[in-house]
């Protein structure tokens, strides 16, 4: 017997006389380097590494793009982006971009960076960078959990959602409310774009990957500070599967933190961007 | 170019950084070295270098690393509170082997202290001060003209080694003023093809980390690390020395106290009494050799310090217990006279060789 499996492979390979003759729909970006990845099954900062990627590799700026990796579990980013890359003490990602794109304005820099990194021990060098205006992207990865130490809370754990260091769950009367932190940040008049955004549907990838591609095109403009929040996830340390994990999200993460632009540039202010007026995501 | 200018220290330092080639310095205000940050704000832009105040000293040192890893010359300076919150940052900046120049104009504490001056920050600067194995090299001024000079010295070194590089100043030198000369300089030419430039298709990609997961890279990333600082105790120690060929007995002090013990050698040489002085001016690498050899020359060494006796430790590692170590020191911004220093080793004398 065979399984349906294999009957379509037969299928297939019977209707192709040679490879040639397969129609290429989708590759990984040539600016991934070609490694496997040490992140768990299903972990969402593997799928948007290569979402950035995707974007440098269409902008066709990868000679000119500095990226900062954290202290998290992408701490390894420089692994696998094949780009000029530095990896930031923990929260620091946003001074060392800084100290990048300063002395070289007309690069491309970004970082990437967890909500432990980014919301907790590095906020003050997130929200004075932003408050400048630095012009860089900041990627903010929202997994609600210390993912590398293995599941602490984190400054945007859910009330009520258990954690190694919060068992009950968080007591929002002793740790506070979660960090909103794209509210928090589009309210600085260096923020340009701040947008949300999650990467658990097909859709929700398409639109995150928009998101990073404005956000690379608007560095051109010299204009502010690019923050892009994705809503990522922790299967891991969460205790789900990545299909439960995804179903989380929608039910119980995006009450907290809706997705969709909290700051968008005026028209006005991305009219000389060629051909690329900002599409909404 | 040459001529004569009569300046404060940390100005000195400032303006040594702009004729240096210093492409950027980042900094956050604190006595008594503010001037630098100020002078620079003032200067820099008209050289077209990067000049900017930091939301603190964490930051400071962070941009710091993210300039040094993208290629430039890059800058901060501090006093002993700030550099405490440096610490973590030098120690990734030790790991990623970037090159850059670190001031921090010594106060005396611990805690917030004062803002008087004090050289108990030596254990700080030369065991380590962050986490993990690394050393800086650790150039200790005791003029206006070294303050200026150890710029140029500074950013050298750590361009040769791709090390951090320490100016430990005082209080008292980085304010007081002398006169001081900018002498001609040529920055070498250095190769920095490992900088995070933007990779083009000719080369691989370069990263700048100070991570190394696996035990075996992270001993062999050590190792290589070692035989770096064991280059540089081979080839840069510096000191200076006074009066020493007669020598009875020794001062050894740096910075600061050198130029108070300068004034009690010749107090005490009046009286008859053959002192000379030792002056290390690189506190890492340590001048253990030359120490070792005085020590079979004199009788009595005093190591003057403005702190409660820690670079005595390291005379004593030199001397070996051959002739007895001995120290004077006061703290929290109090200054020895010179006349106090003699009076201190005449009565140490007295009490080792007297009878
Ligand atoms: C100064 C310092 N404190 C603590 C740590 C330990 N640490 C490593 S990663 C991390 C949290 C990472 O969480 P997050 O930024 O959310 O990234 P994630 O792993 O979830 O992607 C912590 C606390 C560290 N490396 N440095
Ligand atoms: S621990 Fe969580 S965040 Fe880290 S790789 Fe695993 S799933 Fe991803
Ligand atoms: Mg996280």
């Known amino acids: 017997m065979q399984t349906e499996e294999q009957v379509l492979t037969d299928k297939i390979t019977a209707s ?27 972990c969402a900062h593997s799928l948007v590494h290569k979402l950035i990627m995707e974007a440098v590799e269409e902008m066709g700026i990868q000679e000119r793009t500095i990226g900062v990796a954290p202290v998290g579990c992408s701490v390894f980013a420089y692994d696998y982006m094949d780009i000029d890359m530095q990896e930031a003490a923990h929260g620091r990602a946003c001074a060392v971009a800084t100290g990048i794109k300063r002395l070289m304005p007309d690069k491309y820099v970004f970082t990437y960076q967890g909500d432990g990194d980014l919301a907790a021990i590095g906020i003050a060098e997130t929200l004075h960078a932003i408050n400048r205006g630095e012009n860089i992207l900041i990627v903010f990865m929202n997994n609600a959990v210390y993912g590398m130490t293995s599941g602490q809370m984190a400054p945007t754990t859910l009330p009520g959602m258990h954690t190694t260091t919060s068992p009950d769950g968080r007591d929002v009367s002793f740790y506070g409310a979660p960090i909103k932190v794209s509210e928090l940040m589009a309210n600085l008049p260096g923020a340009f774009y701040v947008t949300r955004q999650a990467v658990n549907s097909a859709n929700a990838v398409r639109r995150t990957k928009k998101a990073l591609l404005n956000a690379f ?7 502010g500070t690019c923050l892009v929040e994705i809503i990522g996830n922790c299967p891991s340390n969460w205790k789900m599967t990545p299909v439960e994990a995804s179903k989380f999200i929608d039910e119980e993460m995006i009450k907290t933190f809706p997705l969709g632009d909290i700051k968008v540039p005026a028209a006005g202010d991305i009219k000389t961007l060629q051909s690329n007026t900002h599409e909404q995501s | 170019m040459t001529a004569f200018k009569l300046m404060k220290g940390n100005e000195a330092m400032a303006e040594a950084a ?8 980042f900094g956050y205000p604190i006595t008594p070295q503010s001037e630098v940050l100020e002078y620079l704000a003032r200067e820099m832009p008209k050289h077209n270098r990067i000049v900017m105040q930091a939301e603190s000293e964490v930051a400071s040192i962070n941009m710091v690393y993210g300039a040094a890893g993208a290629g430039f010359r890059a800058m901060t300076s501090s006093s002993s509170p700030g550099i405490s919150l ?24 611990p805690g917030l202290g ?10 700080q600067s030369t065991k380590g001060g962050g986490h993990g194995d690394y050393r800086m090299i650790v150039l200790a001024p005791a003029s206006v003209q070294e303050m200026a000079d150890f710029v140029f010295l500074g950013f050298d070194l750590a361009d040769k080694y791709r090390n951090p590089v320490l100016i430990l100043s005082d209080g008292a030198i980085g304010q007081m003023m002398e006169k001081v000369q900018f002498k001609p300089y040529t920055r070498p030419v250095i190769d920095k093809s490992w900088a995070t430039t933007g990779k083009p298709g000719t080369r691989n990609r370069n990263y700048i980390t100070s991570l190394f997961i696996q035990p075996e890279k992270m001993e062999e990333h050590n190792l290589k690390l070692e035989a770096k600082f064991r280059a540089i105790r081979e080839n840069e120690v510096r000191f200076e020395e006074i009066n020493t060929s007669d020598a009875d007995y020794l001062f050894v002090a740096y910075g600061l106290s050198a130029r108070i013990c300068q004034k009690a ?11 000379g002085l030792l002056r290390p001016v690189t506190l890492y690498p340590y001048p253990y050799h030359r120490l070792e050899e005085l020590a079979s020359q004199v009788k009595l060494i005093l190591s003057v310090e403005l702190n409660s006796g820690q670079m005595v430790e390291d005379v004593r590692l030199a001397v070996n217990g051959k002739v007895p170590v001995e120290f004077y020191g006061r703290m929290g911004g109090m200054m020895p006279t010179p006349e106090e220093i003699v009076h201190h080793a005449e009565t140490l004398i007295q009490y080792h060789h007297a009878n």
């Open chain 2, 86 to 109: 440096m610490q973590e940052g030098i120690s990734y900046i030790a790991g990623a082997e970037l090159p850059c120049l670190l001031v921090n104009v010594n106060r005396a504490g």
């Open chain 1, 16 to 42: 192709c006389q040679t490879e040639d003759e397969y129609e290429l729909v989708y590759h990984k970006p040539a600016t991934l380097v070609d490694v496997s990845m040490h992140y768990c099954p299903g």
């Open chain 2, 18 to 25: 702009i004729l240096a080639g210093c492409d950027a310095y």
């Open chain 2, 265 to 275: 050698m010749d107090i005490a040489r009046h009286k008859g009494i053959k002192i």
């Open chain 2, 114 to 123: 004062t803002i008087q001056p004090g050289q108990g920050d030596y254990f």
């Open chain 1, 217 to 223: 095109k608007y560095q051109q403009l010299h204009k």
